[in-house]
């Protein structure tokens, strides 16, 4: 069975600090992806990254950056120098080879303060 | 349009009343879902279309939940004699050949 789990609930940090969201998954695939989604308070949800589980590359786009770590079953994301436009709530999924439906996370809300 | 919508963006019903919720999906995704997502928690997984075919419904949580798709297009969900724990926003996603999701902004609908 597919799991993921987002502990952290909330997340504060002012404007221009650093923050981690962090993603732990579970899955008996060896073939899987992993993903994560923006939702803004406008409810649509903001596709950001999709990474296959033979890549474990970290990636970085602008200030975000991913760290996926096998050994960890974890898929953690890092956002740098915090803005307050990046208040949102942050979703990481799970999706199993061969299975087109996504298990989400519970989510982490960030508010960035000014 | 360019992206996925839905209508409508806000739904308040009377408990029991029936509902549909409609998704236009982007021009040429051959596939569809529905999810629905509760207050405080991710999306779940409701159906799955591939052009008009319901491949997958595991996800409804009763049978007063319908999904449809007649020309593998724009879909509709219709939930009957509605409970106030169907409550929720309830999201459409179109995916394009590489798997990508695209969501719509989802109704919320309100069960009084």
């Known amino acids: 069975a597919q799991k993921v789990t987002q502990a952290q609930t909330e997340i504060s940090v002012v404007e221009k600090e650093d923050v981690t969201l962090d993603c732990v998954y579970e899955?008996?695939?060896?073939?899987?992806?992993l993903f994560w989604y923006k939702q803004p308070p406008s409810g649509e949800l903001v596709f950001l990254i999709r990474?296959?589980?033979?890549?474990?590359q970290n990636e970085i786009s602008g200030r975000y950056s991913w760290n996926f770590q096998k050994s960890t079953s974890s898929f953690n994301f890092t956002i740098t120098a915090s803005q307050v436009v990046d208040s949102a709530v942050y979703f990481c999924?799970?999706?199993?080879?061969?299975?087109?439906?996504?298990?989400f996370g519970a989510g982490t809300r960030l508010t960035v303060k000014p | 349009g360019a992206g996925v919508s839905q209508s409508p963006r806000y739904k308040v019903a009377k408990r029991g009343q029936d509902v549909a919720l409609r998704c236009d999906p982007i021009s040429g995704h051959v596939s569809l879902f529905w999810y629905q997502q509760a207050l405080g928690q991710g999306p779940e997984f409701l159906t799955y279309?591939?052009?008009?075919?319901?491949?997958?419904k595991s996800g409804l949580p009763s049978d007063r939940f319908f999904a449809e798709r007649p020309e593998g297009s724009v879909s509709t969900l219709k939930i009957q004699r509605t409970q106030q724990e169907d409550s929720a926003v309830y999201l459409c996603?179109?995916?394009?050949?590489?798997?990508?999701?695209?969501f719509g902004p989802g109704t919320r609908l309100t069960v009084l």
């Open positions: 899955t008996r695939d060896t073939t899987y992806y």
């Open positions: 996603a179109s995916q394009r050949e590489d798997n990508e999701q695209f």
């Open positions: 990474r296959n589980s033979f890549d474990e």
């Open positions: 999924a799970l999706s199993e080879s061969g299975n087109y439906d996504m298990r």
């Open positions: 279309f591939q052009n008009e075919a319901q491949l997958d």
